[in-house]
């Protein structure tokens, strides 16, 4: 598991946008649609993923397969059903605190 991205849900994706780059600085890395931009994170390979996609905010880990990842970790709820995303899959999981996860794969 490799943590690629911090997933940050708004409800403001332009405002929210705004702030990581003007106030924070972040160079914008990519965009996917109208509901998902990311940032460079300075002296870091984490990226922060600013989206008005559902879910709550928390790493997202870089697997093999998304969907093997799962049949491996049988106990965990799922909080976000397995989805397909551009050249993969995501899903998401909480922690026994409550915190959201992710967990996603680039094999397509």
Known sequence: MKPVFFYVPTDDLAGTARFYADELGFAESWREGDDTIAFATPDSDLQIMVSS????HGPMY?????ADWVREH????IAVPLEEIPGGATVGFT??????????????
């Open 53 to 56: 996609a559902p879910g709550g």
């Open 95 to 108: 922690d026994p605190a409550g915190n959201a996860f992710y967990v996603f794969d680039q094999a397509g």
């Open 62 to 66: 870089q697997v093999p397969s998304a």
């Open 74 to 77: 049988p106990d965990l709820e």
